[in-house]
């Protein structure tokens, strides 16, 4: 096992676990899903995901389960409801 230090942004990435998040990519591309499983790489597994545009944040693609490797994560939103599009 691993040990992950309080108030980091790991820590808040495993405690969203099971919770909806948006995950926006390098290549710019956004995708909106349940996280299942992540590591300490953030390496995730996401359910129920879907492309969203981000433009307007409508879904594009629906893909259902997909691995995001953590060296192409950019950032994440733990609250996407908080998301504003304009």
Excluded: W
Aim: proline fraction near 5%; glycine fraction near 6%; charge should be negative.
């Amino acid at each position: 096992m691993f040990m992950i230090s309080e108030g980091t942004p790991l820590k808040m990435l495993f405690k969203s676990l099971n919770n909806t998040i948006l995950v926006k990519l390098k290549d710019g591309s956004e995708i909106l899903g349940i996280l299942e499983r992540c590591d300490p790489n953030m390496n995730m597994i996401l359910l129920e995901a879907k492309e969203i545009d981000e433009n307007n944040g409508k879904p594009l693609t629906n893909y259902g389960l997909v691995f995001i490797r953590g060296s192409n994560v950019l950032f994440v939103v733990f609250d996407p409801s908080q998301v504003i599009y304009e």
